[in-house]
């Protein structure tokens, strides 16, 4: 077996196999050289990855995980075991928990975006607000891929900022890519799964799901929302009654949904959530969040919706997209990675402006406070959201922090840039 090991910014760094070593030759993003006595320099790893590949497929070897097949009608009736009412599809308006109650104050929802390594300017933001006094306790706050990650540390409150800092800045993070040498061609992921679930675990332990749990005696929730690309639909998980569930499973599920909402599809292997119905028990395929939502602050479901009048103060809503939104030129690498992962983030970048504007006319329809924050577009950053190098992920905290704790970061009409 091989292992091919990327550095912080997704390039190769080296691989073992049969004696024999790889270094870094490349400087492109997801361009590594593989210099050895049997590739010539400037082969590069996705060409002989590919070279791998076919060998496999002449040879009729492949590594796909069978799946247990079931029906739509399954998959409508589908729930966890021993945890009813813990999620609900977000396009379905007939799920009660999507609904934003009364309240004698104003509710104060924070949305965290999707963004990979940008990630650091959330946390950093967080941070510098926490600094500046004005940040408020949260009744809901919702998360999608890297912000599905923050999100329990951002609703548990400022306590947690130096955790959220440790991820981003300690330089355990570097190690998150990590590429998985043959399984990268022929099974369902480029990279490792290990580095991910190894960091949700340090973090989310029984300690965070108690101080969760206590939160949701309280009233106030958390959601994460995954991609169930089987059914094509996004996926919002109540992480709250996750936590406050008496189900041995509890700490299992919530880690899953925290993975699998962080998981890219074709980066990291998806992830398998058990479920059942009345007759038959299955797996769903799950993903990152923002392969469908990006930026879940209002459940799609609701978006067109003219809400009941309140009698009660409107609800504010705090929206931290972990990126910039306008389009920032780069010349891609001519390899299989960079391209990827360029149009994956293209794809993103563009669903997040849109469903910023159609957010922002729920707000201005039904009177909530509408802020947003993003990275301005003359701050300089990677061209790739992979890039995990601590020196940069330091900057950007740093960057997040200033602009937090500085209370001018905020926009309250629609984000142009």
């Known amino acids: 077996m091989m292992e091919v090991v990327a550095d912080a910014q997704g390039r190769l760094t080296g691989a073992v196999t ?28 996705a060409t ?4 791998t590949a076919l060998i496999v497929a002449l040879l009729g070897a492949g590594c796909s995980t069978l799946r247990k097949s079931y029906s739509q009608a399954d998959y409508a009736e589908a729930r966890i075991a021993g945890m009813p009412h813990i999620r609900a599809w977000a396009d379905n308006s007939r ?15 924070l949305t965290l975006s999707g963004g990979g390594a940008e990630g650091a300017y ?37 306590e947690y900022d130096s955790t959220l800092k440790d991820i981003f800045t300690s330089g355990r993070i570097e190690s998150l890519l990590r590429l998985d040498g043959i399984n990268g061609v022929i099974g369902s992921g480029v990279f490792k799964n290990e580095p991910l679930r190894q960091l949700v ?40 009654a996750i936590a406050a569930s008496d189900h041995p499973g509890r700490l299992d599920l919530f880690r899953r949904v925290l993975i699998a909402s962080a998981s890219i599809p074709g980066v990291f292997a998806p992830t398998f959530i058990d479920v059942e119905t009345d007759d038959k028990q299955f797996a769903e395929m799950h993903v990152d969040g923002s392969v469908i939502s990006n930026v879940p602050a209002v459940p799609e479901a609701l978006l067109l919706d003219k809400l009941p009048t309140r009698s009660t103060p409107h609800p504010k809503l705090y929206i931290i997209v972990n990126g910039k939104l306008a389009p920032d030129f780069d010349v891609v690498a001519d390899g299989t990675l960079s391209i990827v992962a360029r149009s994956f983030w293209t794809s993103v970048k563009s669903n997040t402006r849109n469903t910023l504007i159609a957010t922002y006319e729920f707000a201005r329809r039904n009177a909530w406070e509408f802020r947003a924050t993003s990275i301005e577009q003359e701050h300089a950053i990677a061209a790739s959201s992979f890039n995990f190098d601590t020196t940069y992920l330091r900057e950007l905290f740093a960057y997040g922090y200033a602009r937090g704790r500085s209370g001018r970061a905020w926009q309250t009409t629609l984000p142009r840039s």
């Open 18 to 45: 049969r004696g024999h070593i790889w270094n870094e030759g490349s400087t492109g993003h997801f361009r590594p050289v593989w210099r050895t006595s049997g590739c010539r320099p400037g082969r590069t790893a």
């Open 95 to 109: 799920q009660s928990f999507l609904r934003v109650a009364n309240s004698a104050a104003p509710l104060n929802i």
């Open 122 to 158: 959330g946390a950093g933001f967080l941070s510098g607000w926490s600094d500046s006094g004005s940040r408020p306790r949260f009744d809901i706050v919702t998360g999608t891929s890297v912000g599905a990650l923050m999100a329990p540390f951002a609703f548990l409150g400022d």
């Open 48 to 51: 002989a990855l590919a070279a």
């Open 201 to 240: 675990e340090r973090h989310a332990d029984n300690i965070l799901l108690e101080a969760i749990a206590a939160e949701h005696r309280k009233g106030r929730s958390l959601f994460v929302v995954t991609a169930n690309i089987d059914a094509q639909r996004a996926v919002i998980w109540n992480m709250t």
